[in-house]
């Protein structure tokens, strides 16, 4: 099974400290999947890829029948050329579980609310079972939370935490830290109304497990997730949401980091909450 035979999937911030900023502006993995060509095949590839495609799969069973369709607003022209381009408008004030909350009920708070629950569906907490509800109830709208939660606690077992070089709490061994972080470079609305919106985030990220021994080093990627938003309970909450592989840069010749300087990234640097 590849990727591309999934045509929509649902699922389910990692890091801490957040930071306000405004938002200028594959069929592939979301915990550390295949990587390009030209990247060495010391990363485990075989074993990514079968990590990838549970994932996959428990995410699209889960949501299978059930339709992300919204409609057009015509009416918005918003320029495309700028799409994202900063709107001067506050960014939300509130948050629940740690994730952005209260989004405007327009097409801009749409593009935040998809932004920010871009960076929680592609986190290291979605792994640890203590966190994992909380997301799910904050992120996805009530009428899918149960039976997306079972999926979940059915595809993130030990053994497939065990892949990543995790225990069943989604934690690493000693000395190991186990990274997801992802940042939205642009947003862009193929469809608004009152009630529903679809929105696709470009983003870029760095997944992978950071340590002396580790056989899925960190690594970068660039893929786009468009997100089905429906409003209810007065807020954008995700009906559906599905992934591809891109649109990726030509890779550069910077020199990676070592372990030790990729772990101490992560706990110093903390995420973005994103606004239109």
Request: hydrophobic share 35%; proline share 4%.
């Amino acid at each position: 099974m590849s990727l591309g035979d999934e045509h929509e999937t649902s699922g389910g911030y990692g890091g801490t400290g957040q930071t306000r900023t405004r938002l200028p502006g594959r069929d592939d993995d979301l915990h550390g999947g295949t990587r390009r060509g030209g990247r060495s095949s010391s990363r485990s590839l075989v074993t990514v890829v079968g990590v990838v495609v549970l994932l996959i799969a428990a995410i699209a069973f889960a949501n299978r029948g059930e339709g992300g369709s919204s409609s057009t607003d015509d009416s918005d022209d918003s320029p495309k050329a700028a799409a994202t381009a900063p709107s001067g408008e506050k960014p939300v004030g509130a948050k629940a579980a740690g994730i952005p909350s209260g989004f405007a009920h327009d097409r801009q708070g749409a593009e935040s609310a998809a932004a920010n629950y871009a960076v929680a569906l592609v986190s290291a907490d979605i792994l640890k079972p203590a966190r994992r509800t909380e997301i799910v109830q904050q992120v996805f709208i009530t009428d899918k939370q149960a039976v997306l939660e079972e999926r979940f606690n059915k595809a993130y077992t030990k053994e497939f935490l065990s892949k990543l070089g995790l225990d069943e709490n989604g934690n690493p061994v000693a000395g190991n830290t186990y990274v997801s972080r992802t940042v939205p470079i642009g947003t862009k609305v193929t469809s608004h109304s009152d009630t529903s919106a679809t929105v696709e985030v470009w983003c870029s990220g760095v997944f992978g497990t950071a340590g002396e021994k580790s056989t899925n080093p960190v690594s970068s990627d660039w893929f786009t997730m468009t997100l089905q938003l429906r409003w209810a309970d007065d807020d954008w909450k995700v009906d559906s949401f599905s992934q591809k592989d891109g649109p990726a840069p030509v890779p550069g010749d910077d020199k990676a980091s070592t372990a030790e300087e990729m772990a101490k990234a992560v706990q110093e640097y903390g995420g973005f909450t994103y606004a239109r």
